[in-house]
């Protein structure tokens, strides 16, 4: 069973649209995490989440948006795509206290 | 916000080789991580560690952590094609936010 899964794996879109990423974990963690490794794989913290409740939010485009449904849930909304978002998008879970972040597959968007 | 620099950026060697990759900070830090990315997928936990001078070994994998308490060094022995990949050192802040090192990728060859 995968612990944390994101879909799609692949995401090829226009600049200007919208679109969402997915993450589901079946872990039972509290915590859940969007990081975005860019192409040189700089991999940054976006937002966590802990129990559906918003924790981090580094200086991210106010045009992403995550969403946490329930604690198992952490999708993320991007409005108005541009080039720069480009990236390869990490989500993660943990407990609030635990000091091992399990991190799912990715999702490699490519804005055009 | 404290940076991490890793060495090197990129590094390729033959089968049975021995390596060293390095992370370094400016300021001392209380603990740190060390993960393996494989290619298409998430960076794995290695190990962390906590206290300074502490060594710490996984097979094949020995990780440092500095005297000072502002740097880590991983070596790995005899190195395999199954160990390629991207080596990450990070950091974690409040909420546990994980900071990241710039990395190296390493590619094991036959």
């Known amino acids: 069973d995968t612990a944390v899964s994101q879909t799609p794996k692949y995401l090829v879109t226009q600049m200007g649209n919208d679109k969402s990423i997915k993450c589901e974990q079946n872990l039972g963690h509290d915590t859940m995490y969007w990081y975005k490794q860019d192409s040189k794989k700089f991999l940054k913290i976006m937002f966590s989440?802990?129990?559906?409740?918003?924790?981090i939010n580094e200086t991210v485009p106010n045009r992403f948006s995550p969403k946490s449904p329930d604690k198992a849930h952490l999708n993320l909304h991007i409005n108005s795509l541009e080039l720069g978002d480009s990236a390869v998008y990490f989500c993660?879970?943990?407990?609030?206290?635990?000091?091992?972040?399990?991190f799912g597959p990715g999702t490699r968007l490519t804005v055009l | 916000t404290q940076l991490l620099e890793q060495s090197p950026q990129f590094l390729s060697i033959q089968e049975g080789e021995n390596l060293t990759v390095y992370c370094n900070s400016s300021?001392?830090?209380?603990?740190l991580q060390w993960y393996r990315q494989e290619p298409g997928e998430g960076p794995v936990l290695l190990v962390t560690v906590v206290t300074g001078g502490e060594v710490k070994k996984l097979k094949r994998l020995t990780f440092q952590f500095g005297d000072a308490r502002k740097d880590s060094s991983l070596h790995i022995t005899a190195a395999q094609t199954g160990d390629t990949g991207l080596y990450l050192c990070a950091l974690t802040g409040g909420g546990n936010k994980l900071t990241f090192g710039t990395g190296t990728q390493l590619k094991v060859e036959l």
């Open positions: 300021s001392v830090f209380s603990s």
């Open positions: 993660a879970s943990s407990q609030p206290q635990g000091d091992t972040q399990y």
């Open positions: 989440y802990n129990n559906k409740e918003l924790i």
